[in-house]
């Protein structure tokens, strides 16, 4: 079981531009959670996807979206990045029903310049 | 709205000696609680979880950890530490809504030991 992967693990962008991250959930999860983690600080919940649609959606700006696919895995993309858009990205996935652990992968670490 | 309070930013500690990390939380609902580990350049482990029953948790690697309701707490505690447990500690707090629920965390404890 090859877990959480993201991908890509590391990206340059510079202001303005259009990022998209990639995320494929732990083998048998039907539910992706994104997080921000800003240096020094802990996660801040992005969104959270199930059966293709946006389930729940933390306190981020629309240039902050997402997108689920048939087999579960996801997409986060951030239009016109701003310098604070600089951060950890960690996708999380679990499988809905009874509260279940949320499982992350290694993250990728977007610098904007 | 469920917020974490992590009291201690970092907290250095020698090799074998006892540990405790403290955690606050705030909810108007009954709450799920968990650590997280994070180690350089990684992404989150789960340590422990605290979803009903014992109020005593036994997670990986030697921790504990008591939910008390009371105080609202729910500190992490290891009876000797050791070098490679150096790292990024994260609470955070969640409550069930009949479907996968998202998780707030504290701000972290960085746990360092040294010999």
């Known amino acids: 079981d090859a877990g959480v992967t993201q991908s890509p693990t590391h990206l340059i962008k510079t202001r303005g531009q259009q990022v998209t991250l990639r995320c494929s959930p732990k083998?048998?999860?039907?539910?992706v959670s994104w997080y921000q983690q800003a240096l020094g600080q802990g996660p801040q919940f992005i969104f959270q996807?199930?059966?293709?649609?946006?389930?729940q959606r933390g306190n981020f700006p629309d240039r902050f979206s997402g997108h689920q696919f048939p087999n579960y895995s996801s997409e986060l993309n951030v239009n016109a990045l701003l310098l604070g858009d600089s951060a950890l990205y960690l996708c999380a996935s679990t499988w809905t029903g009874t509260y279940n652990e949320q499982f992350f992968g290694p993250g990728t670490r977007l610098t904007v310049l | 709205a469920q917020s974490v309070t992590q009291l201690d930013s970092q907290v250095p500690v020698f090799e074998e000696a006892p540990v405790e990390l403290r955690c606050n939380y705030s909810s108007s609902v009954s709450v799920y609680l968990f650590w997280y580990v994070q180690y350089p350049n990684q992404g989150l482990q789960l340590l422990l979880k605290?979803?009903?029953?014992?109020?005593l948790v036994k997670g990986i690697n030697g921790f504990e950890a008591e939910f008390n309701k009371s105080q609202t707490s729910f500190h992490l505690r290891k009876p000797s530490v050791h070098i490679s447990d150096t790292a990024e500690y994260f609470c955070a707090v969640s409550h069930f809504t009949g479907t996968a629920s998202k998780l707030t965390f504290g701000t972290g404890t960085r746990l360092q030991v040294t010999l």
């Open positions: 083998s048998g999860h039907d539910t």
């Open positions: 605290y979803l009903s029953g014992s109020t």
């Open positions: 996807y199930y059966e293709e649609e946006e389930r």
